[in-house]
């Protein structure tokens, strides 16, 4: 019997068995980066937690039967704003920081289109950029125009929050409740001081396209808009499973079940809303104002992606993250003894059970991680660790692979210490231990740990 999937719903605070729509073609959509700088460490969190659940519903339903969309915002205030202080266009800067972002993610083993598509058959994985549906948005925007559902208002048009009466459904808030809290200087031409932006006026030198029916002049699209159009366009009106981090909740995930709602009259956007958990920067709010904003690029200069990736997952994903140089350091220990207990030996053709069910629990990560600690513990089952560990996108390569690029990535001289080996080796033998400490010691200048086995052998490790 096929494990049973159960989710963490923020729509409706509980955790649920999930019954895909269509269990032939399950949907998951996930807001991606905006792409005006280089994305840090807290924007990895969801990229990476989101691949391992469709990594998991890969397993679980098939390849072929499971479509992943990860959006690009490419049209925004940040955007146009760094564009301009840079000299250069906009499309110069969303491509530069676009390649830059899927280098980061890629190093993270964050599965890309190119790895899951198949030619010839439906898309498994879709990256819409905002800028590539501009007419879905426009389409949309005329459609709640003419249900009543927005107005044009100076050049602007505006989402009427009032006109749909359970708003705030998903962040649990009542529309009395927000309007008293409102800020009390509002744009004039605003209905209500909730009223949001779908479509505005582009400023010079701002992209701007023809605006929607009613407005004279070119536009720009809102920002919640493009997940509206984008998910529609990929996944259908209704879909499976809408993925975030915890700040997107409120306002823009609220505003897209609104839109597509309204636009659409369907009774919800998508079926299952997932969020994770901030991410603080040892135990502080990153920001670059306490010299701790730490961008991806900059961890993975320091540290393996299979480490960054582990150290994402050792924490379940709904519960706040703290990242710490203890939290890397222990990782790389762990990745260190899974790659020695799996050796060079091929991952098992079955999955191992409680690896599964534990992800299936809400990704119960850490349950998951305890499994694959047994599993390369004293009665280590290599090929079920390694399948395990695959699973979370980790152990990738075999123990003697990962050893040659370590190797590789330090410049070490292979010839020269097999012959320190070999020194000490015979040091050794002979009870000369001021030799065996010397070669030690020559070692180490080489990057090189030894360890002395019981058996009388010396391997060698890539020192950190």
């Not at 999937?5 to 905006?34: M, Q, S, W």
């Not at 993925?243 to 309204?262: K, M, T, W, Y």
């Not at 703290?322 to 990782?331: I, K, M, P």
């Amino acid at each position: 019997m096929a494990p049973m999937l159960r989710l963490h719903n923020t729509l409706t605070g509980t955790k649920e068995t999930f019954a895909p729509i269509d269990p032939a073609h399950v949907r998951l959509y996930a807001c991606g980066p905006t792409v005006y700088d280089a994305a840090h460490i807290g924007n990895a969190r969801p990229i990476i937690v989101f691949d391992l659940l469709f990594r998991l519903l890969r397993h679980l339903y098939g390849p072929a039967h499971v479509t992943y969309a990860r959006n690009v915002t490419d049209v925004d205030d940040k955007i146009n704003a760094r564009a301009a202080a840079r000299g250069i266009t906009i499309r110069d800067l969303t491509d530069g920081t676009l390649a830059q972002f899927h280098r980061d993610v890629r190093d993270l083993g964050v599965l890309m289109p190119e790895d899951v598509n198949v030619a010839g058959e439906r898309p498994r994985f879709v990256e819409p950029r905002a800028t590539d549906h501009i007419a879905e948005m426009v389409a949309m925007i005329e459609a709640l125009v003419r249900a009543g559902h927005a107005y044009v208002a100076e050049g602007h048009v505006l989402f009427d929050v009032p006109s749909m009466p359970d708003y705030g459904g998903l962040s649990r808030r009542p529309l009395d409740e927000m309007e008293a809290g409102a800020r009390v200087e509002v744009a004039p031409y605003k209905r209500s001081p909730l009223d949001f932006v779908l479509w505005k006026p582009s400023k010079p030198g701002e992209p701007s396209w023809p605006s929607p029916a009613g407005i004279a002049e070119p536009g720009r699209p809102g920002w919640h808009i493009e997940c509206s159009a984008m998910s529609a366009k990929h996944l259908g009106k209704t879909f499976d499973i809408h993925a975030g981090g915890i700040d997107l909740i409120f306002p823009h995930h609220e505003n897209e079940v609104a839109q597509s709602r309204c636009c659409f009259g369907t009774p919800v956007m998508a079926n299952v809303w997932l969020h994770n958990g901030f991410l603080q920067v040892e135990g502080e709010k990153m920001s670059k104002s306490l010299g701790n904003f730490i961008t991806i690029r900059d961890v993975l200069k320091d540290w393996p992606g299979e480490v960054v990736r582990l150290t994402m997952l050792k924490t379940h994903y709904r519960q706040p993250i703290d990242w710490t140089l203890r939290g890397l350091e222990e990782s790389s220990r762990v990745l260190d003894r899974w790659y020695n207990a799996a050796g060079d030996e091929p991952a098992a053709p079955a999955m191992p059970a409680a690896v599964v069910d534990a992800l299936c629990d809400d990704l119960n990560t850490p349950a998951a991680i305890n499994e694959l600690h047994r599993l390369a513990g004293a009665e280590a089952q290599p090929a079920g660790l390694r399948a395990g560990a695959n699973l979370f996108g980790l152990l990738t390569r075999t123990r003697s692979g990962r050893e040659q690029e370590q190797v590789a990535a330090a410049g070490i001289d292979v010839a020269a210490v097999e012959a320190l080996i070999a020194e000490r080796r015979a040091a050794r033998a002979a009870k000369d231990w001021a030799a065996s400490d010397r070669t030690r010691d020559a070692l180490a200048a080489l990057g090189v740990t030894v360890k002395d086995n019981k058996d009388g052998t010396t391997t060698w490790t890539v020192a950190r």
